[in-house]
């Protein structure tokens, strides 16, 4: 007849193997959904708001769960090397299983230490081979400790069928092991997608405001104008709002690119002069700086929100003057008017301008804030 600290050993060592694969396949496998969730929060709503809870927990379980899996295989390992379970074996009449795995982990080192030597090297091909090492020792791994934790289980079951001695179903406790740091994982994610949702439709209309009164103003003097949707597509970098003087089949163009970010306040602007290389260089420059004063007057009527550098007429620095005037048309000229400010004629040489050369200036604002 057994006592009651001989059943619960004998439970204790068909359960702890069974909890040890739990423990160890949850947190081997837990970094999918964590993954996933950051995904979610990166792709679908931008990072605009993020959590230090759940990589904090992600990595929490994994500790934990990883030192569990620990003392869940080796209690049932070495108390059955001790002579209270030899005793209940011997009373039992049986023979257990007792695989030798000396070779498997000796091999699993050797694959580990091999991926670590590789991965440090210098060249990209051993660097490659150095990771399929380390894949093979984690497949390795998660091999050995099922085959060794199903044996020590079998083995338990053995001993208690045979001593007739009840053994509790291991499948609620196992569910709990998994899905508690599942559904605690994803959880903490699901209120900062709540706050992530808010936060982009209040931005998202916002912009869609602030693109629509430019749209709105740049049209009344443009021949076209281009715009992104931000109801269409959500972006954390902003939109762009375009509006050119000229009808397409004109010879020469200018436009105004302006971008919009999601508070709905203008943060950069630029401006495209195309340059006729057949016309004189005074009649050129008149004509960039009516075309700036004009595309900017459109701007500022907008009543769109900016810093007052970016609304200010761009005018052209005395040494771009000079600079255009002394060289000829098919030399580059590139200007920094300040941290926050950059002129350019860009164009082609002499010898390989052609019939798809373009020459134009482009002059480029930006918020001193972004």
Avoid at 60 to 78: H, K
Avoid at 156 to 184: E, F, G, H, M, Q
Avoid at 228 to 251: A, K
Wanted: net charge negative; proline share 3%; aromatic share 10%.
């Amino acid at each position: 007849m057994l006592n009651e600290n001989q059943k619960k050993m004998i439970r204790r060592y068909y359960l702890f193997p069974i909890w040890a694969k739990t423990c160890f396949f949850t947190a081997l496998l837990l970094g999918i959904p964590w993954i996933l969730c950051e995904m979610i929060n990166d792709l679908v709503f931008m990072g605009v708001s993020k959590t230090d809870t759940g990589p904090f927990l992600y990595l929490a379980f994994t500790s934990l769960y990883t030192i569990l899996a620990v003392i869940f295989f080796l209690i049932p390992r070495m108390g059955m090397t001790k002579k209270p379970w030899l005793d209940l074996v011997e009373k039992a009449n049986v023979s257990l299983e007792n695989g030798d795995y000396t070779g498997s982990i000796a091999m699993l080192l050797g694959t580990r230490a091999a991926g670590s030597l590789l991965g440090h090297a210098k060249n990209e091909a051993l660097n490659k081979a150095g990771a399929a090492f380390d894949a093979a020792a984690v497949v390795g791994s998660a091999v050995t400790v099922h085959q060794m934790t199903k044996e020590t289980s079998r083995n338990a079951k053995v001993v208690a069928t045979v001593l007739d001695v009840s053994l509790p179903k291991a499948r609620n406790s196992v569910l709990a092991y998994v899905l508690i740091p599942l559904l605690l994982v994803i959880g903490v994610y699901i209120p900062n997608y709540a706050s992530a949702k808010q936060i982009v439709d209040a931005q998202t209309a916002q912009a869609s405001q602030a693109v629509e009164q430019m749209v709105t103003t740049l049209e009344s003097g443009c021949a076209y104008v281009y715009s992104d949707d931000p109801q269409e597509s959500y972006r954390s970098y902003g939109y762009s709002v375009s509006g050119h003087l000229y009808e397409r089949d004109t010879n020469f163009d200018s436009y105004i690119s302006i971008k919009i970010d999601n508070d709905g306040k203008i943060y950069e602007v630029n401006y495209s002069i195309d340059v006729d290389i057949e016309a004189d260089k005074e009649v050129n420059l008149e004509h960039i700086s009516s075309d700036l004063a004009t595309l900017n007057q459109l701007m500022t009527q907008s009543g769109v929100s900016a810093s007052s550098h970016l609304l200010k007429t761009p005018l052209l620095p005395d040494d771009f003057i000079a600079a255009f005037t002394e060289q000829s048309y098919y030399e580059d000229i590139s200007v920094t008017i300040d941290d926050t400010t950059s002129l350019r004629y860009n164009t082609d040489s002499k010898e390989d301008y052609n019939q798809y050369s373009s020459s134009y200036i482009f002059y480029t604002i930006k918020d001193r804030n972004n």
